[in-house]
């Protein structure tokens, strides 16, 4: 059993930036996917980044593209999100999620995820 726990949220400008961190622990990370989503008041949760178990692969969501970067170093048990030039439509509360998939096309789903952490609130002002 993998637990993650995410930080770095908080309330900033618009073009201002934010690194949320997933931590994790409980279980071998290093085979692991993993995936950042965000949720929206009233708005169903969405994709925004995933990376693969080596790091070597990375995917993105349109509206992530350009702005945002998914890294890992798993030897600190630990996955990234850089988010830059942030926007007002970025609020949201942000999951990150661990799987055990391989092909980074399938890990834009929820449902291919095993374990998520609880959230951490960024709000982005105009």
């Known amino acids: 059993q993998v637990q993650l726990v995410e930080s770095g949220g908080g309330l900033v400008q618009a073009g201002d930036s934010l690194r949320l961190s997933c931590a994790a622990s409980?279980?071998?990370?290093?085979?692991?996917?993993i995936g950042w989503f965000r949720q929206a008041p009233g708005k169903e949760r969405e994709f925004v980044a995933a990376?693969?178990?080596?790091?070597?692969?990375?995917y993105y969501a349109d509206s992530a593209k350009g702005r945002f970067t998914i890294s890992r170093d798993n030897a600190k048990n630990t996955v990234y999100l850089q988010m830059n030039s942030l926007k007002p439509e970025d609020t949201a509360v942000y999951y990150c999620?661990?799987?055990?998939?391989?092909?980074?096309?399938?890990?834009?789903?929820?449902?291919?995820?095993?374990?998520w952490g609880q959230g951490t609130q960024v709000t982005v002002s105009s």
């Open positions: 409980g279980g071998a990370f290093s085979v692991y996917a």
């Open positions: 999620a661990a799987s055990r998939r391989i092909a980074i096309w399938t890990l834009t789903s929820t449902s291919a995820y095993d374990y």
């Open positions: 990376i693969t178990w080596s790091g070597g692969n990375t």
